[in-house]
């Protein structure tokens, strides 16, 4: 990307124009039927690749679209453009599925399977599995639901020690030395989800209802069904994500209530209350001794260390306007990275609140954008540049542990401290992703439960993965009001469990790193060079680490970190 530096765009000044939905369709129908008559191979691929910058011009119009969003929800435009997308997405699913379908009932199939290999045709299996015309309606409801809860969270304005504060900005309190400010600081988190709960109950009772009628209308007895479809699960089942979450509750939830343990006499408090947790350390939690105002400086440089590569990936997005790393008023939460197809190019989102997530999210979002720099001629389908999510995953948190070695850059003397708060929070992590993700498959299986019931499962779920957590009479945590605060659970359903499948993944290339740094960056560069072209379990062994199901890894790991932490 270096050597086409001065060619590369600014974010800033790309411009965005609404894309025709009318045009997607003739571009559609077209492709369609060359593919039902084609007999030659060059023919199939000519038009197939047509349709797939038609289908990249739509893409990227759309992420310029949700970032400039996210960067303003109060810009009223961005927000009609929204609706249109919301509108529209599940029409252009369903325009694709067709053109796809054509394609797998192709005479020259074979053919076609050993020029572009055989993922595609999974993955369009696939996506004619989850999107139907008599579904579209009902898509498009549900992504207003997910854009109506975004947006709420977006707007949050919680009034802290006479300030105005988002979710986001609230942590460095949350993390507080001080007990009673800290538990102030909860209290006041607590009050402004409990004053949101009945909308979001609402919203998410509708959600249930209508992920649940798709469900049906597709033919699957339930969401959980269509959720794992969805997510495109194709080596892995439900009951081997049951017996991973088995895995965690026998051997990684017994380490966390030793942590808790020590965190309690660490903190020398006569009990641990939940507003004691997220202060793993007397005197706070480490934070960046550099201000923000480094922070694009220090990772440029950390990554070009790293990679042995100068700029470095990091400085030229950063460059050319391609990451937001700030928390602002009506910036929307969270951190992703999203691609521009039609550029190539990554963009970074993140809300930097002075606390050592900060880094964690930094390096956790570059470990995508560096994968989706690596990808980008993996191969010739859109679909196959990015594997599934929980592959993606394993880029981003593998990227956190590779970073071990410079956090001197950002923490100086408070390096030991936040790497060791690092690793206590992966595995603090591993019983609460568990937990989202039952909670999710109790919530799908039952679609007729009351919120009530859905706050009452919730709560008995924590006490089986999180069994250390006292709410000190807080009503709203008690009922079991703890999973509002989980966008996923709204937004990406049966998304979380990806990230714990990761973890250990990642874990692995950790370990890996502390005997031999350089295989462990090969193993890491290989993963990311191979895009989508491969499942999950294929990425996995194909770069010689071991399946997460694994009994032997999961003990493996937790010996391995246990040690680490000398627990």
């Known amino acids: 990307m270096s050597d086409d530096n001065m060619k590369m765009p600014k974010f800033s000044e790309i411009e965005y124009k609404r894309p025709s939905v009318e045009h997607f369709r003739e571009c559609a129908m077209s492709t369609r039927l060359k593919l039902m008559t084609a007999r030659d191979p060059e023919v199939v691929e000519s038009a197939i690749m047509a349709f797939q910058r038609e289908m990249s011009a739509f893409d990227t119009a759309f992420t310029i679209c949700m970032i400039r969003h996210d960067l303003d929800t109060s810009d009223e435009f961005f927000n009609s453009e929204m609706d249109f997308f919301e509108e529209n997405y599940p029409v252009i699913s369903d325009l694709s599925a067709g053109v796809y379908t054509a394609l797998l009932h192709s005479e020259i199939r074979p053919q ?323 937990l989202v993700d039952e909670y999710q498959h109790v919530v799908y299986k039952n679609p007729d439960m009351t919120p009530e019931e859905r706050h009452a499962a919730w709560r008995e779920l924590e006490k089986k993965y999180q069994p250390d957590i006292d709410y000190d009479g807080d009503e709203f945590y008690n009922k079991g009001g703890a999973w509002m605060k989980k966008e996923h659970i709204f937004t990406s359903p049966f998304y979380y469990i990806d990230y714990c499948l990761a973890q250990v993944c990642a874990l692995q290339i950790w370990d890996i790193s502390r005997k031999n740094r350089k295989k462990a960056m090969s193993i890491y560069d290989h993963l990311c060079t191979e895009g989508g072209t491969k499942t999950l379990i294929d990425l996995v062994e194909g770069a010689g680490l071991e399946s997460p199901f694994s009994l032997d890894v999961m003990k493996k790991i937790a010996y391995q970190v246990c040690d680490y932490l000398n627990l």
């Not at 309606?137 to 992504?143: C, I």
């Not at 997220?278 to 934070?287: A, D, E, S």
């Not at 700029?311 to 910036?331: A, C, I, T, W, Y």
């Open 112 to 434: 076609l399977e050993e020029k572009f290999g055989t993922m595609i045709f999974r993955k369009t299996q696939n996506q004619r599995d989850i999107v139907s015309s008599e579904v579209l309606d009902l898509l498009a409801e549900e992504s207003s639901l997910e854009n109506d809860y975004s947006q709420i969270l977006s707007e949050a304005d919680i009034l802290f020690k006479g300030s105005h504060n988002t979710i986001s900005t609230m942590t460095p309190f949350l993390e507080s030395t001080n007990r009673a400010e800290r538990k102030k600081a909860h209290r006041a988190v607590s009050d402004y989800y409990a004053a949101q709960k009945p909308k979001f109950d609402e919203i998410y009772d509708k959600m249930v209802k209508i992920r649940t009628e798709i469900a049906h209308k597709l033919g699957y007895k339930d969401f959980v069904e269509l959720g794992y479809k969805r997510m495109e699960r194709y080596d892995y089942n439900e009951e081997m994500v049951k017996e991973f979450r088995d895995n965690v509750v026998k051997y990684i939830v017994p380490l966390t209530s030793e942590i808790r343990r020590l965190q309690k006499n660490r903190l020398e408090v006569d009990h641990l209350y939940y507003y004691d947790l997220p202060c793993l350390f007397v005197h706070g939690n480490p934070v960046p001794v550099i201000p923000q105002s480094e922070y694009f400086e220090t990772g440029s440089k950390m990554f070009a260390q790293m990679f042995d590569k100068e700029p470095s990936f990091f400085q030229v997005l950063g460059e050319h306007d391609f990451m937001d790393l700030f928390s602002r008023q009506n910036k929307s939460t969270g951190g992703y990275c999203a691609s521009l197809l039609d550029y190539g190019i990554p963009f970074v989102l993140m809300n930097a609140n002075s606390t050592s997530d900060d880094v964690a999210t930094m390096v956790h979002e570059s470990g995508h954008a560096y994968a989706a720099l690596r990808s980008i001629d993996s191969s010739q389908f859109i679909e196959c540049l990015s594997p599934t999510l929980e592959a993606c995953e394993i880029h981003s948190t593998a990227m956190e542990y590779l970073s071990y070695p410079y956090m001197e850059m950002f923490f100086k003397e408070h390096a030991d401290a936040y790497r060791e708060q690092h690793m206590t929070l992966a595995l603090l992590f591993l019983p609460y992703g568990c």
